[in-house]
């Protein structure tokens, strides 16, 4: 199984947060009983909108991708087209 990505975990959390808020605002709900069940039904939407994200995908082969290899050119000229400097031995 594949680790989630960054969206992934960014948009499951600010479902369970935003959903969470929201349904105990619209319940108005004080038994834990009734708090417990938002919660829970938070999370199985977080985790819901999380899967649903699409995943990147991935970069085509290389094997797929066919390479044409140019000959190497042989260099017919010089490598240095500059005279080499002379030394000269210093005078007495």
């Known amino acids: 199984m594949p680790r989630p990505t960054a969206a992934q975990l960014a948009y499951g959390s600010c479902t369970v947060?935003?959903?969470t808020l929201a349904m105990l605002l619209l319940s108005q709900t004080s038994s834990s009983l009734?708090?417990?069940?938002?919660?829970?039904?938070?999370?199985?939407?977080g985790l819901l909108v999380a899967m649903t994200v699409p995943l990147p995908k991935p970069a085509p082969a290389a094997s797929a991708v066919v390479h044409e290899r140019v000959?190497?050119?042989r260099e017919t000229a010089s490598v240095s087209s500059a005279p080499e400097p002379v030394r000269e031995p210093a005078g007495p």
Not at 34 to 40: F, K, R
């Open 17 to 19: 947060i935003f959903s």
């Open 71 to 73: 000959p190497a050119q």
């Open 34 to 45: 009734g708090i417990v069940l938002i919660t829970l039904s938070a999370l199985a939407l």
